[in-house]
């Protein structure tokens, strides 16, 4: 880069000595911005000149040193006001009628040619920088002055615009047109690739343990590009005092694995294992898994006398269950739920596969005459057509290790106005009515009554996409569920699911308003019945398992009769 200095691989500057010395130019200082300002900043004059009869001007300010293009994070970051003319609404930049702008330029040809690091932008980026430029105005000037608290950090992926390697100079530009000026731009805390990026921690977390385990042993992936410092696992019993042990770091791996002694702590049914990963790169950014606190792990026997019921509205935190990220939300008119983050955690286990569940703490013995779970919820979470991606699912085990399905996992493609409300990434009003299910822990026959069972409610996510979540309220596992009405209006039957079908496995979703004797008949194009079934169900959400594995590829009617009536749908075998 011949008239540079030489090439770094990064740059910061906080501009409070005021120096020039690292930037050349016309029309910009390193100065203080004006009244109410503490610090230095790159400057613009204030107010900037209008370009006048003189048709354009250009106000550069040329950073002497080029910085060398990472392979990651090559990251471009500073804080700015910026106070200049708005061009036509809905004019790209840099048309005649964007007017007035400023731009970030890189070269990689020793300044011959430039290239905008990001489209040209003005005061309509900010709604505060917009509605201040239009304050006061002398003629068509904007006589708007600029106070700290206008500041904004901007980002720009340097990867973007050119390659790994690249030498390249950066420059700022100010353009401004015939007509109207203001108060111009500021920049702050120049950072060229500078790492504030934490490592990242990768682990499939404990949500409970048995009693009588003892020791867990924790596998974890930590990554940092610019490598990892230290290792540490935090834990402790009950909330009580910390214990830290430090994983030794070697530069030849990102896998790593740690044993905890449980037995040395005395654990015992009731108790809560809490722990947390932490880590360090070479420049003192910390990661954390879990990002804030610690996983709690509960320590769960099914020895424990079993309860009869349990019964949760979730208007208050809830000591009957556990699990870890999801929290109890309570509502301005105090009425709570039990719901994920919005949005929920894409995957964070070391496959990017997470599976977040809240679970029983207590054993429930299922009942003879009451073996019935209702709940209501939103499950907003990522879908894929023909089947599932990220999904929810009920489950129950009876001994703690081995879970079974309760009912069919389902996504947001469910139902057509979660589906709506999913795809448009829309958040749902607080009216959003939820969605009632009731189903029978015995349907079919893994659970009979007299078992002793934990139960547990799983968001399965992958590293992908996620959506604004799981939201879950009035959960009555065999208790009276007298007033909880459905919420379903006149109620729907969605079926067949998955369709088309790439295995053997078809699963019939009703969703029915009140308890009706149901009829299914399965027809292929031949008009041959090939399946029929006829049982009584319960109002709310189940499913009904079919095996299609011998079925012949091609396309089948499936006609439900109900309550709701005779619904006729089309099913596609794919093999």
Known sequence: MTGLADVADTYYNDFNDLSDADFFGNGFTVSNPGAGFTDGAINSTHPYLAAGNAGQLNFIYNLKIPIRI???EAIMKFDEIVLVEPGTDGVPWPDPDFFDYVVVEGSTDGGTTWIPVADGYDCRYDDAWNTLWKNTFNGENSTAVATPSLYRTHSFNLLDKFQAG?????????????????????????????????????????????????????????????????????????????TTYEVLVSPTTD??????????LGIKAGD?????????????????????????TAIISLDTTPVNEMVEDFNSTSTSITGNFFQVQITTNAHGYLTTGHPYETGLGIDENSDFTFMTKKPIKVS??????????????????????????????????????????????????????????????????????????????TFKPGDVILVRFRLHSDSVKSGYGWVVDNLSIQGSVTGLE??????????????????GSLYLRLSLPTPSDVNVEIINLQGQVVSTDQFSSP?????????????????????????????????????
Request: glycine residues 8%.
């Open 368 to 445: 003879a005459t009451n073996s019935r779970i209702y709940y209501e919820d939103l499950a907003l979470v990522e879908y894929n057509l023909g089947g599932v991606k990220d999904y929810v699912v009920v489950e129950a085990t009876k001994d703690g290790v081995n879970w079974h399905q309760l009912l069919f996992p389902y996504a947001a493609n469910a139902f057509n106005d979660w589906k709506s409300m999913f795809d448009t990434g829309a958040t749902p009003p607080a009216s959003t009515p939820l969605k009632s299910h009731q189903f029978d822990i015995t349907f079919d026959g």
């Open 486 to 503: 459905p919420q379903y209006g006149t109620g729907s039957i969605v079926c067949p699911w998955p369709n088309p079908i790439a295995d």
């Open 255 to 264: 896998l790593y694995s740690s044993t905890i002694d449980l037995s040395a």
């Open 166 to 242: 690249d030498e390249v100079a950066f420059r700022f530009r100010l353009y401004s047109d015939p007509l109207a000026s203001g108060w111009g731009w500021a920049i702050d805390n120049l950072k060229i690739q500078v790492d504030e990026t934490p490592p990242d921690i990768k682990h499939k977390h404990y949500d409970y343990v048995l009693a009588g385990t003892s020791s867990i042993k924790l596998d974890m992936k930590v990554t940092d590009y610019h490598g990892i410092s230290q290792i540490f696992i935090d834990y402790n019993l009950n909330g009580g005092s910390v």
């Open 70 to 72: 990472a392979p990651e």
């Open 272 to 296: 809560e294992f809490q722990y947390r990963i932490r880590a360090s790169d070479s420049t003192g950014n910390v990661g954390s898994f879990p990002f804030s606190g610690f996983i709690k």
């Open 539 to 575: 109002s709310g959400v189940f499913d009904r398992s079919y095996d299609v594995s011998n079925w012949s590829a091609g396309i089948y009617l499936v006609k439900v009769k109900s309550v709701l009536g005779t619904s006729v749908t089309k099913l596609i075998k794919l093999r």
